[in-house]
């Protein structure tokens, strides 16, 4: 009964390939995000959908292309890994964006490990 | 869009003494500042907020403390436990953008 679920948790890859992370939340929230943590731990926005519409974009290579195909759900897609993608990215949802009160709740996060 | 700079970015503390962890934000508009906890390789998870029509608030030993008009805000962990050992971030909202801006964390250590 996992709130916020992301598979895989590790993931190790060559440069180069392609891969997706997928999120699915079951708090009936209206907004997901996707988070990317280095490895000096700064947590950074990279997209938000409300109700399957991108709300947030921030400035992220084009290679990676996020997915809502329903609002319990949010994928990431990340064409053409580089070695400076390895992080640990976090899905994460909320009641409705980031209005007064509304707590985010947190993936277990993803390792992506590219070599 | 909103800037949130967070100190220290590393403190180490007996057992039981305080902790406190500073932040600044640059948009005076913010009206929401929670504070996230993260545990060696967990997720970060909520553990207080305050918004801006309020100054302090606590629960048992964790405190938060707001000044709008200065543009910061402080996270007090009083009768520290190893088990506070955790990367700590604060957060305020961006109004522009509607969404959270983080600190860039700061690492407490309390030692035995």
């Known amino acids: 009964d996992t709130a916020v679920s992301q598979t895989p948790k590790y993931l190790v890859t060559q440069m180069g390939n392609d891969k997706s992370i997928k999120c699915e939340q079951n708090?009936?929230?209206?907004?997901m995000y996707w988070y990317k943590q280095d490895s000096k731990k700064f947590l950074k926005i990279m997209f938000s959908?409300?109700?399957?519409?991108?709300?947030i974009n921030e400035t992220v290579p084009n290679r990676f292309s996020p997915k809502s195909p329903d609002k319990a759900h949010l994928n990431l897609h990340i064409n053409s890994l580089e070695l400076g993608d390895s992080a640990v990215y976090f899905c994460?949802?909320?009641?409705?964006?980031?209005?007064?009160?509304?707590?985010?709740?947190f993936g277990e996060g993803s390792w992506l490990t590219v070599v | 869009g909103e800037n949130v700079e967070q100190h220290p970015s590393t403190l180490s503390v007996q057992e039981g003494d305080s902790a406190v962890i500073k932040c600044t934000y640059s948009?005076?508009?913010?009206?929401?500042f929670p504070w996230y906890k993260q545990e060696l390789g967990k997720r970060p998870q909520l553990i207080i907020d305050?918004?801006?029509?309020?100054g302090e608030k606590k629960d048992q030993r964790i405190a938060v403390t707001l000044n709008k008009t200065a543009k910061h805000f402080s996270l007090h962990i009083t009768e520290t436990q190893p088990e506070d050992s955790a990367v700590y971030f604060c957060?305020?909202?961006?109004?522009?953008?509607?969404?959270?801006?983080f600190g860039t964390g700061t690492r407490l250590l309390v030692s035995p």
């Open positions: 948009d005076s508009a913010s009206n929401y």
């Open positions: 959908y409300n109700n399957k519409e991108l709300i």
């Open positions: 708090l009936g929230h209206d907004t």
């Open positions: 994460a949802s909320s009641p409705r964006g980031t209005t007064v009160g509304n707590t985010i709740y």
């Open positions: 305050i918004r801006s029509n309020v």
């Open positions: 957060a305020a909202r961006d109004t522009g953008f509607q969404k959270l801006v």
